[in-house]
């Protein structure tokens, strides 16, 4: 199977985020975080983790601030209703094997399904006891428009204060 989005990932890392599984406009435009209701790209420049708002089709230069993006799922796309009761033992060993070898700082998971399928558990928001190797490990509010209801953006602001701090 082939990755539907491939990895943003190299040594010397700060951050790496990881969601679920590509999105069908991220797919579609072989972009990360496309759909143009998706707040990503505008709280990463909120919280100041990018010095400019970056558009989709630019994901690439969030290596220059240090940030690399992965996803739970590589092999398919869509909601996360559809992607994550694909999620393997293999897909969590592949990320865990990828964050132990790049050793990013940090780790988060851009949405709380993402970070609770992993762990498989339930799971808050915020920094988790658990590290993967040295790397600190957070559950965020995911940025997609379908989840706005559960939106919190001081908890990406509260992440970016300890990325900086860290």
């Known amino acids: 199977m082939t990755d539907v989005?491939?990895?943003?990932?190299?040594?010397?890392?700060?951050?790496?985020l990881c969601g679920?599984?590509?999105?069908?406009?991220?797919?579609?435009?072989?972009?990360y975080y496309a759909h143009r209701q998706n707040k990503f790209w505008m709280i990463l420049h909120e919280t100041r983790l990018t010095p400019e708002q970056?558009?989709?089709?630019?994901?690439?230069?969030?290596?220059?601030?240090?940030?690399?993006?992965?996803?739970?799922?590589?092999?398919?796309?869509?909601?996360d209703r559809a992607t994550l009761p694909k999620l393997t033992a293999a897909d969590r060993a592949r990320l865990s094997r990828a964050?132990?070898?790049?050793?990013?700082?940090?780790?988060?998971?851009t949405s709380k399904t993402a970070g609770q399928k992993f762990f498989d558990g339930k799971r808050d928001y915020?920094?988790?006891?658990?590290?993967?190797?040295?790397?600190?490990?957070?559950?965020?509010?995911?940025?997609?428009?379908?989840?706005?209801?559960?939106w919190?953006?001081?908890?990406?602001?509260?992440?970016?204060d300890e990325v900086r701090a860290g």
């Open 99 to 109: 964050i132990m070898n790049f050793r990013p700082r940090f780790v988060a998971f």
């Open 54 to 79: 970056l558009q989709p089709r630019q994901y690439r230069r969030l290596l220059q601030h240090g940030i690399g993006l992965t996803d739970l799922v590589k092999a398919d796309a869509g909601m």
């Open 20 to 31: 679920t599984a590509a999105g069908t406009t991220s797919a579609a435009e072989r972009a």
């Open 5 to 16: 989005l491939s990895d943003l990932l190299q040594d010397s890392l700060r951050i790496v």
């Open 152 to 160: 919190r953006p001081e908890v990406w602001h509260r992440f970016a």
């Open 126 to 150: 915020g920094e988790q006891r658990e590290r993967l190797g040295d790397t600190r490990v957070w559950i965020l509010p995911s940025t997609s428009g379908a989840a706005n209801g559960s």
